[in-house]
Every structure is written in structure tokens, then in C-alpha cells.
């Protein structure tokens, strides 16, 4: 059966100020480059993507106070780059972000999810806090959903793939 995908509002824009401090309280500072990876580390509801071999922070976004575990790690592969996936603090909202800190797309799926997402090659499978017990499957490289299951019976917990 053909499957629509609901109305995505646009992208969101941060319009509240905000200040950025990363200063060095002893030590040199290191000597990591832009292709040394990035190192996630959330700490009261901001979400900080650091520098592997120095530290130094690159960028930093918001996601919520009550956002407690760190992004699932998707690694490049042939035609798209390095890529993290974001639950919003309500965990409705699924995120791409880039090693750089930009948001590549965002998915709505409309009921809370109940785990992180499941990652199966180019796909991540998200079941949802729904009466039906919905799983939502989503291509990576554009954020499209590919499909959702209904399970006929709520969810208790999230998938994991074995």
C-alpha cells in the first residue's frame, strides 16, 4: 500500500541567543585537524560535537533538558558522509546532523518513540508509543520513510537489531 508522508514543517532556526565558551583551563591545547572525528558529549540538554584529538569544541545544539542518552552513530558510506541521528527531547522528531553540526533532514513520526533508532544498513527502524504498535522504517541519506508496520498490538519497548 502506497504511504504518505505527513506534512514536514521547515526546518527550525534557533533565534534565542546564545553564548559559546571553550576556553583551556590548563595545558596546551591539542593539535587535532578538521578530519580527526568528531566526539559526542551531552550535558544539560545541549548536545556538543568535540574534536577527537584535541577536545576543542566544534559546535553545539540544543535538544532538550530531558534528552539523557547521545545520538546514534550512522559511519559513512559509498555516497553519503558521516552522520548522526538525533530524538528530539520529546522523542518525536528523528534528526540527521553532519560531523560539522548541521541538520541534513527531520523526520516527524507523529507518537513518541520508544528507544533509539535501529540502524540496518542505509535504513533505521523506530517502533512508536502508538495504540497500533507502529514501526517506522526511513532511508538515512534523505530522511524518507520507506514504510511503516503496524504491528497490531502496542509497543512496550523499542527494537534493536541483532
Not at 584529538?53 to 559513512?76: C, E, F, K, N
Not at 513518541?112 to 533508532?117: D, E, I, T, V
Request: hydrophobic share 40%.
Amino acid at each position: 500500500r502506497a504511504v504518505q508522508q505527513p506534512e514536514v514543517p521547515p526546518l527550525e532556526v534557533e533565534d534565542e541567543p546564545a553564548i559559546l565558551i571553550d576556553s583551556l583551563q590548563q595545558g596546551q591545547p591539542g593539535s587535532g585537524g578538521a578530519s580527526d572525528g568528531v566526539a559526542l558529549a551531552l550535558c544539560r540538554g545541549v548536545l556538543y560535537g568535540l574534536s577527537r584529538a584535541s577536545g576543542q569544541v566544534r559546535w553545539a545544539m540544543r535538544v532538550g533538558i530531558d534528552t539523557t542518552a547521545l545520538p546514534v552513530h550512522v559511519p559513512a558510506s559509498l555516497g553519503t558522509e558521516e552522520r548522526f541521528l538525533v530524538l528530539s527531547s520529546d522523542t518525536r522528531t528523528l534528526s540527521a546532523v553532519d560531523s560539522r553540526g548541521a541538520t541534513l533532514w527531520r523526520y516527524h513520526l507523529g507518537a513518541p518513540s520508544l528507544g533509539r533508532p535501529a540502524v540496518v544498513g542505509n535504513r533505521a527502524y523506530l517502533g512508536t508509543y502508538s495504540p497500533e504498535g507502529e514501526v517506522h522504517e526511513v532511508e538515512l541519506s534523505e530522511g524518507k520513510v520507506i514504510g511503516k508496520f503496524a504491528l497490531g498490538q502496542p509497543l512496550a519497548v523499542g527494537g534493536a537489531y541483532e
